[in-house]
Structure formats: structure tokens, C-alpha cells
């Protein structure tokens, strides 16, 4: 079945720097997302980012999308020790009507103070 | 905002018994989905639901069963657990708008463990 892939698969940087987590995936999507886990938790959405859509921002966070090479990333900008979590890309897989969303393995950032 | 709860945090149990893990969502959505979580290999999707009493098998269903009776509660039931059905169990929800899937919201997770 389709897989999303989070490339790193974890990343240290300092505070008050940029973080930057790729995502690749494999077939057509309708959308792509991203979410954020604590540790312990469960998955809090973060943005969607449209298959007709090449850029969003919500606030710190910055989402690109190319469907020609079927890639995602999010950055984080000014990172804050509370940004420390994995993050989660996932999609749709293009099929209309399909309820369904698959989860790469996450990458897990580390905000050093 | 919507909310999705789960019945326990943490929950030890011994192998061979029945197990019932509870999910709850407030708001009113069509679909509901359990996933587990394992280190190296992320969420996978056990079963989800697209209305009351219709269940899909997702990626591992095999040692599940899911029960919808009511719109608002989705159950994950292991019949009979064995010690590799240790693992943090995630409930989500997901209001689908014109056949698009959009966001999932999860609850908190529960931790299982198996002994």
C-alpha cells in the first residue's frame, strides 16, 4: 500500500533555528497533511496542503508540495524547545470517496535550548 | 473542538484475555478509525468505521474486532490478547466533506500491555 516517508528520521538542532522534515510519498493524492505527536500522545493536525496548492503557511510552519516528484516538506521557523515532537506526514491516496489516510514513520525533532 | 476520548491511558492485561478498548468522539462524524503504533514502523491501520455498524478492514485487522453500535463510539476489541498486541492503541475521527478526506482528529492513545 501507498507509504508516506519522513526523511530524517530525526533531527537535532539548536533553538531559535529553522527545521526542515521532507516527506515522499507514492502514488497520486487529493491532499497531503501534516500532524505532530508528544511524547505519549496522540496526532494533532497541524496543516493540509491541497493537490493544486504549492505552498502554505499557518503560522511558524511553512508546507511546499510537488506532485512531479511526489514530495512534501514542513518547516518550522525559529524552533522552540515546545516544538520538540514527531511529526507525521500522511495522504489520502487520490482515490475519491476513500476515507482512509496513511502515515509515514514520522521524524522525531529534538529542540536543543 | 471537537473531541476524541478514550476509555483508559494505560491498561495491562495477561495473555488470552479479552480486552475492550473504547473511543468516543463529540462531534458528530461519519467516520472512525484504530490505529496502533509501534516504534520503526509508525500507525498502522487495524479497522475503521464509515457509519454506524459498517466496519472496513484496514492493514492488520487480524486479532481485532470493532464494534459501532452508535455513532459517536467505535470499540477495538482483542478477543483473546497475545503479548505482540502490546502497544499504544490510537483512536481517531474524521468528518468527510464531499468525499474528500480531511483532517483526522486522534485521542489521547491508550497504552496496552500485554503480559
Known amino acids: 500500500s501507498q507509504q508516506g516517508e519522513e526523511d530524517p528520521q530525526a533531527l537535532s538542532i539548536q533553538e531559535g533555528e529553522n527545521a526542515t522534515m521532507n516527506c515522499s510519498y507514492k502514488?497520486?493524492?487529493?491532499?497531503l497533511q501534516w500532524y505532530r505527536q508528544n511524547s505519549g500522545r496522540g496526532l494533532v493536525h497541524l496543516i493540509l496542503?491541497?493537490?493544486?496548492?504549492r505552498e502554505k503557511h499557518s503560522g511558524r510552519l511553512r508546507v511546499t508540495l510537488d506532485t512531479s516528484k511526489k514530495s512534501s516538506s514542513l518547516l518550522i521557523t525559529a524552533s522552540r524547545a515546545a516544538d520538540t515532537a514527531s511529526y507525521f506526514c500522511?495522504?489520502?491516496?487520490?482515490?475519491?470517496?476513500?476515507?482512509?489516510?496513511?502515515f509515514g514513520q514520522g521524524t522525531r525533532l529534538t529542540i536543543n535550548p | 473542538d471537537v473531541k476524541v476520548t478514550q476509555s483508559s491511558r494505560y491498561l495491562v492485561k495477561r495473555t488470552g484475555e479479552k480486552v475492550f478498548l473504547e473511543c468516543v468522539q463529540d462531534?458528530?462524524?461519519?467516520?472512525m478509525f484504530w490505529y496502533r503504533q509501534d516504534p520503526g514502523l509508525g500507525l498502522r491501520l487495524i479497522y475503521f468505521?464509515?457509519?454506524?455498524?459498517?466496519?472496513e478492514k484496514g492493514d492488520i485487522p487480524e486479532g481485532y474486532s470493532v464494534s459501532r453500535e452508535k455513532k459517536e463510539r467505535f470499540s477495538l476489541i482483542l478477543e483473546s490478547a497475545s503479548t505482540n498486541q502490546t502497544s499504544m492503541y490510537l483512536c481517531?475521527?474524521?468528518?468527510?466533506?464531499?468525499?474528500?478526506?480531511?483532517?483526522?482528529?486522534f485521542g489521547p492513545g491508550t497504552r496496552l500491555l500485554v503480559l
Open positions: 481517531a475521527s474524521l468528518l468527510s466533506t464531499g468525499g474528500r478526506v480531511e483532517t483526522q482528529y
Open positions: 496542503i491541497r493537490s493544486n496548492e
Open positions: 462531534m458528530d462524524h461519519e467516520n
Open positions: 502514488t497520486s493524492i487529493n491532499n
Open positions: 468505521s464509515y457509519d454506524v455498524k459498517m466496519k
Open positions: 500522511a495522504t489520502d491516496g487520490g482515490i475519491q470517496g476513500a476515507q482512509k489516510l496513511v
